[in-house]
């Protein structure tokens, strides 16, 4: 921080160079997809000394899959940048957003960055981290000009539905505000969800190809929203990014047209883990936590209190990892990733049961 405004994320710090350990249930990805499994020769990525604004081909596969049309979508350098960039279109200094909290933490960084007046409101744990409407509402005022959230939530996975969301867009019409969803996990909400950029023009949703298809190194993500605010964010990516990798656009190209090859058997995968994941809470008097029927992380409590001691011992003892809830202002509760291959994921729910065990 500087003069109140955040200038870095020490949260993405931390999470970049952390120690490597052989149990990493702080990822919160699912395997990596390899490229080489798709039918590609090195000359189908050869530039061809054209510039490519606003990647047609790759627009009009983002809106085939997505149900919108190509106007509607702009790309971005990853979930990451689509963020930032739609943030920056919507905000801007003394604007009044609302933030959930917990939340990722480069989001309310990315607010604080733009001189935002960021405001809080609470995703309770005793709620299963559910949208409380009512709440949002009563911190609104004629001043809020955006409300932030993620969906799936991070850390917790848990859903808001299409009430909720459609209660929220009520509450931001109500201050002519917009609503911001990072839709990063929403492909891993079982069943499947459609955006909500579909339920009204309030919405402004991301995502990318990196949390659910595992193609972070791809960096393809994008902004969905109403053709006449996309038409501002694209013209506002001309002051930053200007445009994307072509070689990564053509590549992601590829993988739409592949994408159930992509994901392969990862939902099968996910729901076994998701399966352990809440057999091995049930077990443990010393967690809670809302049974996992989403996405790629939980979010459970620990009794023990501060996780930073849990997650310590883990990582010298066990050669494990967790995130420690104190990057999501709740330290008493730690985020596990569900996204590894079950067996790996069975033995670091093993090393963790042993790490409690001695803490308690
Ligand atoms: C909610 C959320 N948004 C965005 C990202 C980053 O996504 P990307 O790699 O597409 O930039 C993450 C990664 O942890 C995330 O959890």
């Known amino acids: 921080m500087t003069g109140g405004r955040t ?10 160079f952390k120690p490597p ?17 798709l039918p590609l020769e090195i000359a189908d ?51 009044e957003v609302l933030v959930e909290r917990p939340t990722y933490e480069p989001l309310l960084g990315a607010v604080s960055f733009l001189g935002a007046e960021v405001r809080r409101f609470d995703r309770r744990s005793e709620d299963g981290f559910a949208l409380d409407v009512d709440h ?14 993620t969906n799936l939530h991070n850390p917790s996975s848990s859903l808001a539905g299409e009430d909720a969301l459609r209660a929220l867009a009520d509450v931001a019409r109500r201050s002519h505000a917009r609503v911001l969803i990072d839709e990063v996990y929403l492909d891993s909400a079982v069943p499947p969800r459609r955006s909500a950029v579909h339920l009204g023009s309030e919405f402004v949703c991301t995502n990318s190809l990196t949390k659910v298809y ?10 969905l929203a109403e053709p006449e605010l996309a038409e501002r964010m694209w013209r506002l990516n ?48 010393d967690l809670g936590a809302m049974p996992a029927e989403h ?5 459970p409590r620990w009794a023990g209190g501060d996780t930073d001691r ?51």
């Open 7 to 16: 200038i870095q994320s020490d949260y993405m710090h931390w999470a970049k």
């Open 21 to 37: 350990v052989r149990f990493p249930l702080t990822s919160s990805e699912v395997p990596y997809f390899r490229l080489d499994s």
């Open 45 to 95: 990525l050869d530039l061809d000394g054209a510039s490519h604004p606003r990647y047609a081909a790759l627009r009009e596969r983002i809106a085939a899959r997505y149900g919108v049309t190509p106007e509607q979508v702009v790309g971005a350098d990853g979930t990451s940048m689509a963020n930032f960039l739609a943030l920056a279109a919507l905000v801007g200094p003394g604007d």
């Open 136 to 149: 949002i509402a009563s911190l609104a005022s004629e001043r809020t000009r955006l409300i932030v959230l």
């Open 214 to 223: 595992g193609l972070s190194g791809l960096r393809c993500g994008w902004i």
């Open 238 to 285: 001309d002051l930053f990014g200007v445009n994307q990798a072509h070689q990564a656009e053509r590549l992601a190209c590829l993988a739409f047209d592949r994408l159930d090859e992509v994901l392969g058997d990862t939902p099968v995968m996910l729901d076994r883990n998701r399966a352990a994941f809440n057999a091995f809470v049930n077990a443990r008097a």
């Open 295 to 299: 996405g790629i992380v939980a979010f």
């Open 310 to 360: 849990l997650a310590a011992h883990l990582c010298e003892r066990y050669d494990t990892a967790v995130v420690p809830g104190r990057w999501f202002e709740m330290p008493d509760h730690f985020r596990v990733g569900l996204g590894v291959p079950s067996d790996l994921l069975e033995q670091g729910l093993e090393r963790l049961a042993a790490a409690l065990d001695d803490l308690a």
